[in-house]
């Protein structure tokens, strides 16, 4: 039984976690860098720590003071929101190795789908369909036209630890390969620290669509079905929508089948 | 996942609580959060998919504390805090009057979300209080989210992923 939650985060979903702590009667820590002493996650949590100064990466990414401030205020749990430390894997072994409970997936499952040129071998193996791409990391120029010529063009080359636009360069032709193919290496490499590309089709027009997936450490998995994605500007989603006005049922049923049989793998 | 044509594709896979995990709360009557922290603390899912069943329709505005023509950040005092309210009207945002907006964070300050037995009656829902919400003080994405909601491709569902930024271009 979880009895203390430490919420390594800030803003609405610090406030989201809070409320639903409250419902289940477990008491909340917030974190908070000196500029946020005043945030509303702060004055609605049971408690509250200062973790550092406005700099995220003195606070809310300070994963020695995070541990501190569970450690100091006998927090059981840390939920990390999304984005800061949510997708560390990292941060979620140290949060284990310290005896709490990360609220999240294992920390394995994080770095093999953080990864992704990793995560694109595993849904392969899994019989999930890819964009067609190269099968992992790209290792040089030469070998980047080959593959470019058999997938054929346009084509995107994408950064294997990158997120977002960051380290995703098209090109249209065989022409703009090369310089696609440096700016997108230097761009993970000062963005993410590791400059290993990959590259995929370039599709046209398509739609942005997710499935909610949840499982339990019982093996247990469901699906709350699809959202609709697609209103993004330089890849930063603006508005979603659920169900998705594109999918029909039939699809929807499809679609879920596959990737709850692969999630349960 | 990226659709096109009757055909998809994996991309990616995100281990965490998405931003937009309210619209799918909306259309299940789950609590995704709870639900998180009941299976983290070694409880069994609660619900078999058989019991999850989609119902109406959903959509979240994300609310950036950003000028809605350069989409350029800024920071400072909410002088003047109104949420709209209403039935199937949800606001996720941890802002109030007086607050400063600091500069060093992501600049999502607050999510709106609607939800309506049917796609048309969420999209009505979304016009009305996006008219009622009152953000003083510092610029917002609010009237972005006004124009996009009236275009003719919003209102049909017949977007995809290149076409905000196509709008945008013909706004300039």
Known sequence: MIKKILIANRGEIALRIIRACQELDIKTVAVHSTIDEHAMHVRLADESVCIGPPLASKSYLNISSILSAAEVSGADAIHPGYGFLSENAKFAEIVNEHGLIFIGPKAQHISEMGDKVSARTAMKKLGIPLVPGSDGAIKNLQELKKIAKEIGFPILIKAASGGGAKGMKVAEKASELEEAWNLARSEAKSGFGDDTVYLERYLANPRHIEFQLFADSFGNVVHFGERDCSLQRRHQKVLEEAPSPALNEEERVKISKIIVKAEKN | ?172
């Open chain 2, 1 to 172: 996942m990226l659709y096109e044509k009757e055909e998809f594709f994996f991309i990616e896979m995100n281990t965490r609580i998405q931003v937009e995990h309210p619209i799918t709360e909306m259309i299940t009557g789950f609590d995704l959060v709870k639900e998180q922290i009941n299976v983290a603390g070694g409880k069994k899912l609660s619900v078999k998919q058989r019991d999850i069943k989609i119902k109406g329709h959903s959509i979240e505005c994300r609310i950036n504390s950003e000028d809605p023509a350069t989409f350029v950040p800024n920071a400072g005092t909410i002088k003047n805090y109104h949420a709209p309210g209403g039935v199937g009207v949800r606001i996720d945002s941890a802002l109030y009057s007086g607050y400063k907006v600091p500069p060093n964070y992501d600049s999502l300050i607050a999510k709106l979300i609607v939800y309506g037995n049917n796609r048309e009656e969420a999209i009505l829902k979304l016009k009305i209080a996006l008219k009622e919400y009152v953000i003083d003080g510092i610029n917002t994405t609010l009237s972005l989210h006004e124009k996009i909601i009236s275009e003719n491709e919003f209102i049909s569902g017949n977007y995809d992923i290149r076409w905000l930024e196509k709008f945008l271009k013909n706004n300039d």
